[in-house]
């Protein structure tokens, strides 16, 4: 170990970096304990529970300035499930989707295999770039992701048809600017930028995607009952859902909003807080000869996760190696991605001065690699 042990005055506070789940602070997990002894363990159709439920709701609202008229949907299953709710229940004929990396993918072919619906709509782009958003005739929804989480490009989120619009917002929402007037289904399961646990969904609705979720489940299409949209929303406006929800997910999220109110006041606080921490990554790796951004056009540059090319002198496996001996954790490469990489989240819960911090470790073990 002696040579490859980081001086501990280098070190990150926190070595939690990985692009998903993100780190959890440790105040918000002290408050699930608080909050939640005499909560877990009780029902969730009783006020306690809902209560957080409705919180969280709120503060979601605050944090995002949401339209009055949207509702704050809630769904068991995480944002994988929610793409075949999607499939089943908001569109109609056939989805125009944008597919520059997995996760926008994945959902894309969501629609594809669904016997109902008509084959998609797919316009691609290389991973590292993102393909420009354009009109869709013929198309009834456009799927956008607002943060492909494993290249670390993201998409502006605009209307640009009649189209109703699906932002998958799982590691994008509470880190990138949004105008929720420009989505239909704006929708993020809770473990990303919202550090809280796996399993639920959450997604503000226009009242025009609730007229759409309304409509399908009206018609003769047949949709799971755990899948259906319409079924969520009416349980979501009474702070519930159909199915047990895990609580402590929606405490801890609910502790995560609070915590960014306060620390940041709304969305546009936490936006250029991101942009600070984002420049010490991006301009670390610019300022190094055997580094820089994967992601060429600055403007697609995500500021919640960022991707790192390293020389290929410099095996990116290795350095990770090293940095996880130390407690650094989780930077490897999308491994689908295939490169010689490092992948940073910078989620609104990991402190500036660690992703600084984390930059100091790597100079260091990449010295010590003799590169
Ligand atoms: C993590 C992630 C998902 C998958 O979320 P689950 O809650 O695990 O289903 C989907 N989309 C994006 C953009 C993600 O980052």
Known sequence: MGATTIPADLLPRDGRFGAGPSKVRPEALARLAEIGDGLLGT????????????????????????????????????????????????????????????????????????????????????????????????????????????????????????????????????????????????????????ASDGGLTTAFVSPDGAQRIEGISASDRYIPAFLDLSTALDNSRKHQTYNTLAVATVILAAEQVDWMRETFWDLDGVVEHQQAKAQTIYGWASSRSWARPFVEDEAARSTVVATIDLDDAISADEVNAILRANGVLDTDAYRKLGRNQLRIAMFPAIDQADLQAYTACVDWVVERMGA
């Open 43 to 194: 029902s969730h159709r009783q006020a306690a529970v809902k209560d957080q439920v409705a919180r969280l709701q709120d503060g979601l609202r605050g944090l995002f300035n949401a339209p009055e008229a949207y509702d704050v949907l809630l769904a068991v299953g995480g944002a994988t499930a929610f793409w075949d709710s999607l499939a089943f229940g908001f569109v109609e004929q056939r989805a125009r989707h944008y597919e520059f990396g997995e996760f926008s993918g994945k959902f894309a072919a969501v629609t594809r295999m669904a016997p109902w619906l008509d084959e998609p709509d797919v316009v691609s782009a290389p991973v590292g770039q993102r393909p420009e958003i354009s009109p869709a005739p013929g198309c009834d929804v456009q799927a956008l992701i607002h943060n492909e989480t494993t290249t670390g490009v993201v998409q502006e989120i605009v209307r640009v048809d009649d189209a109703l619009v699906a932002v998958d917002a799982t590691s994008g929402a509470g880190a990138l600017p949004v105008d929720l007037n420009n989505a239909d289904v704006y929708y993020f399961s809770l473990q990303k930028g919202f």
